[in-house]
Every structure is written in C-alpha cells, then in structure tokens.
C-alpha cells in the first residue's frame, strides 16, 4: 500500500509522524507531504519526508506576520502543483490538515482514494466560511477520519457528511516523549518541591477551564497546581485568583519545547483537564502517554475515554466543586491514583496505540482502494 499523507501548513507534525512511522512499520511505504515546522518535529522514522509546501516562507526564520504574508502568497500556487500532480503514485491520498478549505476543497489531487481527517471537530467550524468550508470538503472526499464518536455525530449533523464516510480511529498516545535522549530536567526551583503536583499543561486559552482549576484547588491541602503553557489570553485575572485561592499555584507562562515536556508529566501526580468544551485533545493522549492518573470533564473524547477505558476520572464541565472532589481523592490516595495510572498506560499500550490507529487506518485504505479498484 502507497500512502501519501498530507499536511501543507504542518499543525500537527507530532501526530503526523507518529501515524506515518507506524503505517511503515505496518507494511505501508509512507510519504509525507508537508511544510517545514516551526519547532522542532520528530525525525522521519520509516518514511519519506516531503517538505514541498511554503518553501519560501519556512525558508528561514522570518517574524510572524512575515511568515504568514508568504504562505498567503505561496498557497495557491502549492495547491495547484499539488493538484496538477495527482496521486504520484500513491494509492491513497491522506489529508491531515487543510489551510484553507473553502478554497482547498477543489483543489485535492486526483488519481486516488482522498481521506480527510477531522483533528478537531468543534473548533474547525466557527464562522460561516469556516463552516462552508468543512461541508465542502466533506463532500470532496471519499472518506473522514475523527478521533470520537462525539466528533463523528457532529460531522453528519453539522457539515452534512455521510454517515458511511465517517470513520472513528482513535487518536494515538505521544509515547515518543517518553524516550526522549535530550529530555532536559525541571528548573531547580521546580525539582526542589516535595509536595503532590497537579499540572494544568497547554497554551492557555478560554475554553480549557483553567479559571475552574483554580477555584476547585481552593481547599486541596498539602499540594500544589502547576499552570505550565504559553497564555493567549489575558492570564491576569488567573494570577489574582490564583491569589484568593491559597496554597502554592506556580505558573510556567511560556512554550515548553518537547525535550523540557517529559519533566513537567513525570512529575505530576495528577492531570487536569477541566476543559468547556472539546472534542479531542493532545495533552490527553500525552497524559495517556506517561500513564498518568487523569481527571478531566466528562465531554466529548474524554468522556469516551472515561467510558470506554476507566482511564480518565470524569467531572461535570464548569463544576469546581466536583472538580474539587475528584482532584482531592486522588492526591490522598495513592492507590486509586496508581490504579488510574494502570489504567492509562494499559489504554495507552493498547486502544490507543498507533500500532492500533495504524491497523484501522490500512483497514479503511483497503476498504477504499478496493472500492475503486
């Protein structure tokens, strides 16, 4: 099976590697069609790294808006070369990401079965272009890939896509971290505490609940929140009620690069994930990853994870009380947190394995290739 996997603006070279390596290990020869990455990506394992999109833009450092200016520019031209190119001998084109999809959606090569995958089924639609652009490309493609079956619900209901295209494949645990060479220890001030942490990791924005952490730590004795990622939003009112919470809340407001991230999750005793609303998320599987006791609100893919598995203890969203609860039980109980923990690794080694996406990936290509063949 000849599998060309396609990312032109690289948002997600961790997942797309990782999917790529263990479709090679699986028998697949696998190129990916990307574009440089702004930090630093896994190394091509097993398959062909094509960086053939915004060559000039990814050329070199180059200030934000710069950067974005260029790949304005060089978008349509990639496009229609990519077209113009076809399948280039693949049997599958696998789309991962598409930069623009209202335009994109004519644009896919032709020649052979096109996949789409889904990452974020919530988030991709807000706005009418956005929302015209997720049905357009529904319909261009033979089949859509989501990680949940909350996602695959939203596909059919929201953008119209055919329930017979809709595949649920379970996003894969980031276990690459895990064996890092240059993993880099915590800063000093952070390695010297003893106490059980509780980390809140990602960039920081409204939907992911941190308020709801912080009044759920009021209370939580002998431990402290650790509030690790860069903030795109105003972090303010965070630290001022972080300041009326009590107890120790220390807050890491930058990019933590992958070789820093292994420290922060050994580390932790427990994950938060107290997110409004979301469908799936990569700290989860970066949780599952390190076989951490997790707690999370009871929506989208982490429900299903706390259903299906035992692997997450579910919350109501926006409820700090319960939140509370769950966060406590844990930190005083080192057994039911060393039984969350098996639980994660066990779903991690196993329902959430890219061995397993990579099995029901090829399943889906077979199913596709043999439709058309």
């Known amino acids: 099976m000849r599998v060309r996997l396609v990312d032109p603006p690289a948002y997600t070279p961790p997942y797309d590697h990782a999917l790529a390596a263990a479709l090679g290990r699986a028998g697949a020869t696998v190129e990916l069609s990307t574009s440089r990455a702004t930090y630093d990506a896994p190394a091509p394992d097993g398959f062909v790294l094509s960086e053939d999109f915004y060559r000039r833009a990814m050329a070199r450092d180059r200030a934000t808006n710069a950067r974005r200016a260029y790949r304005l520019a060089e978008h349509l031209p990639d496009m229609l070369r990519h077209s113009r190119a076809g399948g280039r001998g693949a049997d599958v084109l696998h789309y991962q990401w598409l930069t623009l999809e209202a335009l994109d959606a004519g644009l896919l090569a032709r020649g052979a079965p096109r996949v789409f995958t889904s990452h974020n089924v919530l988030r991709r639609g807000a706005g009418r272009l956005r929302e015209q652009g997720g049905r357009r490309v529904a319909a261009a493609v033979d089949a859509i890939v989501v990680h949940t079956r909350a996602g695959a619900q939203t596909m059919t209901d929201r953008y119209g896509a055919d329930p017979r295209k809709v595949r649920v494949i379970p996003h894969g645990a980031f276990d690459y971290l895990t064996t890092q060479p240059d993993e880099a220890p915590l800063p000093p001030e952070l390695a010297a505490v003893e106490a059980p942490v509780i980390l809140s990791f990602g960039i ?45 809340v220390r807050f890491v407001d930058r990019f933590v690069v992958e070789h820093e991230l292994p420290a922060y999750f050994r580390r932790a005793d427990v994950v938060a994930l107290p997110y409004r609303e979301i469908d799936q998320s990569g700290v989860l599987y970066t949780a599952l990853a390190f076989g951490k006791a997790i707690v999370a609100s009871s929506i989208g893919g982490f429900a299903e994870v706390a259903e299906d598995h035992g692997a997450v203890v ?60």
């Open 314 to 373: 579910p919350v109501p969203p926006g409820d700090p009380a319960a939140l509370r609860a769950a966060l406590a039980g844990l930190v005083a109980d080192p057994a039911a947190r060393a039984a969350q923990e098996a639980r994660a690794a066990a779903a991690a080694a196993g329902p959430y394995s890219w061995e397993e996406a990579a099995r029901l990936t090829l399943s889906l290509y077979g199913q596709l290739v043999g439709r058309t063949g």
């Open 204 to 248: 920081l924005r409204p939907y992911k609940g941190v308020d709801v952490l912080i009044e759920a730590f009021e209370g939580i004795e002998g431990a402290e929140l650790w509030i690790v990622g860069r903030p795109w939003m105003d972090a303010e009112p965070l630290r001022a009620a972080a300041d009326r919470a009590g107890g120790t």
